[in-house]
């Protein structure tokens, strides 16, 4: 691929940060999916907005009430990421900490790709697909028995022991973060002495406030999105280009030097 030259440096200064970086943290957000085919159901304008209204469909207070709605609604959505692999931005980020650097990854998304990918250190701030939980007595499924009839015939998981519904442990809007991924985030952040913004425009609080901790800790600043993030005036380097693209020209620079 053939980047033009002022891209070249900023890539290169973007790699020199991360080769000098004693402990970073990458905050990713529904950006770094889509080039997975993951819509961002959060964001006005995408495919699963128009069809339906994300904000009451996936909120704690239709499932609980409703919760047919809340299933037909989350039927596409399960079956793309399901169904969806890591692009070249999370093989290139996993590659980063598979080559011995302390890197610890904070995302906003649901669909585990950073793991698929070999990511070992993921902090899953609106929880995760690859488990559900009864509503009724707790106990917590993996996800794959139930995922493929859901996808399939529609079929509503059921608790093999109460025949509660079970809740895919995704955070749901109007529902509460769980206390331990905040804390494992606002740590790493503290702690680091880097973070990158990958594909997140930084509009969700808390999550969206992490970067001015970090900075306020003394890190060093990246933003990679293709639009403009409310910090992007206090970062070392802003490229506003695609994830999939930019990610792994830094890591390959990053890791070979
Ligand atoms: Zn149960």
Redesign the pocket.
Known sequence: MTLPPTTQTVLDDAAELFRKAKRVVVLTGAGISTPSGIPDFRSEGSGLWSRDEPLESASLSTFRTTPAKFFNWFRPLASQIFHAQPNPAHTALAEFEQAGHQSIIITQNIDSLHQKAGSEQVVEMHGTLRTLS??????KFPSAEYLIPFIENGTIP???????I?KPDVILFGEQLLQSAWQAAQQATRQCDLIMVAGSSLEVLPVAGLPIQALDHGAHLIIINNTATYVNVRADIVITENVATIIPEIMKRAIHG
């Open positions: 009864c509503t009724q007595c707790y106990k059921q608790c093999a022991s109460c025949n509660g079970l």
